[in-house]
């Protein structure tokens, strides 16, 4: 090489202007009709941070993360980290822990906010102006379920909530129902309701917020090595955030809206053609492009279908002592499948190996047969 390089650390400094979004896809740029402001959003997952800044973009390989916002002088900038206004629109985020680049998370824009202070931590809501009194209306429900269910999840993991602030930005143009930046949680705002809704409707929210809290730990402390194990990530958070609405809030019987509403997309899925096992063959998945290949319902549901069985086969007390085995070990790291089966084995005695053999490697649903004497 020629290149002059001496050994040893080097800075590598790039400056480059990027282009907004119109499709939900790195920095989205949305003019709200109603009024005519402007807000703007990062949706990095799974390989978008390239969009919007240079890095090599890979979730094991974690950084930390400093961001200097310049904004119109009537907006607020909200990112992982809290976020310190100097004047004249000129913003910075408190320097992420070690997180990987897909986490990365800004929201800009002159948002609607509702904020409050749950154990010592800056915990807020925000939606775009014109939304302002339907966030009003429900500020107190959507305060009081994340505070409940942040606290069921200390009950159940030894590690503190990461992250130094908990905010929950429901953004317009949404793709997807949410994301779990650590710290800057998006959400699509269709999810701040507009007019009557049924319960069933208050419910499933109360579970999307549930879901992104478990990423917290199960994705942002602890990440996927690499995303042939992303069906282990949602099928964790599917899992444990109807667990924990079950456990926390008013719906206690939400595993019977799992049962009746979401684990038929699993059923439908698996006995297709095209169906596949929960757990892919690591060599099934070279690239970022074949990892949303067999992205669907047995990802999400018969896998949390799956997680859901392994619990109530190993009881609860051990199942939680091998997933805080599992965050204490690779916290603000990296972990994969045998890891997390490595990590449930160390605290039972049942064969959590030959389990994952029979229900994670195979696909299509069972068949019971009935013989009668
Ligand atoms: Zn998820």
Redesign the pocket.
Known sequence: LRTGLAPGPHELTVEADMAYSRTGEGMHRFTDPADGETYLYTQLFLDDARRVFAAFDQPDLKAHFDLTVTAPPHWTVLANGTTTHHGDGRWTAATTPLISPYLVAVAAGPWHTVRTDHRGLPFGIHCRRSLAPHLDADATELLSTTTALFDRYHEKFDEPYPFDSYDQAFVPEFNAG???NPGLVTFRDSYVFRSAVTDAERCSRAVTIA??M??MWF?DLVTLTWWDDIWL??SF??YMGYQTVAEATRWTHVWTDFAAGRKDWGYDADQRPTTHPVAPDPEAVPDTASALLNFDGIS?AKGAAALRQLTAWLGEKDFLAGINRHFTRHRFGNATLADFLDNLASATDRDVHTWAAAWLRTSGVDTLTAHAT
């Open positions: 949410a994301m779990e879901h992104e478990a990423h994705g990530n949602e958070a599917e999400y």
